[in-house]
């Protein structure tokens, strides 16, 4: 699984030829054998991805132009086999291949609020290209496809309890996507240690009746810094947003966010799907996030309301995504037990009371991050919905801050639509 990060270079590369055409695919296949790259084992997750691209993109004709044997081919489905458990763990995969692909493109709306130089650091592009983006709006438009008059707004500069962010009108997939940056300038510092726990109630319609003013009201508390932040955006966005939904009925509105951003996404979609505005309209809410700190307390972060509007992406042991007021106090006591030294006081509300736990929101989907070491049993490699409350702990492994990173999620996610899109389970 390390060596995904070079797999992933070369198949942007022959993605891009394979979109060119035919001939461009068959050359850019064919250099790859003949220049040693292909011709090993361990390479033969990536031989078996540019075979079936070829295969399904331009038809089983274009096979035969290939240079590549039958043995070379049995050689890779082995050592897929042998390496990833297929048979054993990604059966047991209960995401459908339908949302991987909105995962994907999920991820990329939130890592691209990074800004265009960010784009090589993040393995989103070689340097070449992006030297000849040259600007956020051009970034964009070339790795999704959405024209540059469907980009709404691009903030690059963050505020306190304002971060960066963007909007756009995807019309490919019928929705309108509010993407919000992770914490990358001095200001998203001090709006991430704004981090009291606060009341935050949720009025949900009774039976989704929009016309009737009564609703059930949740109970719960979040993150100050992020609750502001949401706030802010919503007074940001919510007009223009509103205008794009009026300008393309039936299209959804969608948020997401990396790290920080993913808590502040979580928020956004939260208050917009309890708006009249929205409701009125009848539009359909949701956020995906990645990588986000706990935001929510247990009761809210479970409720049906937030499953149905809140799907959250955990990987692998990432740390941020257990990280809390209430979680730090519980670690930093557990140390001090563990060192046996005399306990610092633990953090306290105004109330004398320890602060609660928060977790990310919704629906959790843990991808896992794993090696070519695992074991073939080892439940690591199975991609599953996990209970909000399971991430309680800050744990301390050799990947817990490599897991963060945006470019881990993306190769997560591609991870696990290779493992569907080539038909492995059919494969071994």
């Not at 296949?29 to 220049?35: G, I, V, Y």
């Not at 708006?275 to 990588?291: E, I, M, P, W």
């Not at 007021?325 to 001090?336: A, I, P, Q, W």
Request: charged content about 25%; glycine content about 6%; some cysteine.
């Amino acid at each position: 699984y390390e060596e995904c990060n070079e797999v992933y270079g070369d198949l942007r590369v022959f993605y891009a030829d394979c979109c060119t055409g035919l001939s461009p695919a068959i050359s850019r296949f064919n250099s790859l054998m003949e220049n040693g790259r292909m011709n090993k084992i361990k390479d033969g997750m990536k031989l078996l991805e540019l075979y079936h691209t070829i295969m399904h993109m331009h038809g089983e004709e274009s096979i035969k132009k290939l240079k590549c044997s039958n043995e070379e081919l049995k050689g890779a489905k082995k050592y897929l086999a042998d390496t990833f458990a297929l048979s054993n763990a990604y059966t047991k995969v209960n995401i459908k291949e339908r949302e991987l692909y909105n995962l994907d493109r999920m991820v990329l709306f939130s890592a691209l609020t990074y800004g265009w130089k960010s784009l090589y650091f993040l393995g989103l592009c070689r340097l070449g290209n992006i030297r000849r983006m040259c600007s956020n709006l051009k970034a964009i438009s070339s790795l999704t496809n959405v024209g540059r008059d469907d980009i709404l707004v691009f903030e690059d500069k963050s505020q306190i309890f304002l971060p960066g962010h963007f909007a756009l009108i995807d019309h490919e997939n019928k929705r309108v996507v509010v993407s919000i940056r992770g914490t990358s300038r001095f200001q998203d510092i001090i709006t991430n240690l704004t981090c009291s726990n606060i009341h935050f109630d949720l009025d949900v319609p009774v039976e989704n009746n929009i016309n009737d003013n009564k609703s059930n009201t949740i109970k719960g508390r979040t993150h100050e810094g992020f609750a502001k932040s949401a706030i802010m955006l919503s007074e940001t966005l919510s007009d223009l947003v509103i205008k794009a939904i009026d300008d393309n009925p039936g299209y959804a509105v969608e948020t997401t966010g990396h790290s920080m951003g993913g808590a502040v996404a979580c928020l956004l979609a939260l208050r917009w799907a309890q708006d009249k505005r929205f409701l009125h309209r009848n539009v359909k809410v949701h956020a995906y996030t990645f990588g986000s700190p706990g935001i929510l307390c247990e009761n809210l972060s479970q409720s049906q309301f937030v499953q149905n509007h809140v799907t959250s992406v955990v990987l692998g042991e990432d740390f941020v995504t257990r990280l809390s007021l209430g979680s730090y106090d519980k670690f930093v006591r557990t140390c001090e037990q563990l060192a046996e030294i005399e306990p610092c006081s633990s953090v306290e509300t105004k109330s004398g009371k320890e602060e609660e736990l928060l977790f990310p929101g919704g629906r959790v989907i843990r991808i896992p991050y794993a090696t070519p070491q695992c074991d073939k049993n080892d439940k690591v490699l199975i991609t599953q919905e996990i209970k909000n409350c399971s991430l309680s702990d800050i744990l301390l492994t050799k990947k817990m801050f490599k897991a963060h990173l945006p470019s881990q999620y993306m190769n997560g996610v591609r991870m696990q639509i290779h493992l569907k899109n080539n038909h492995f389970f059919h494969l071994v």
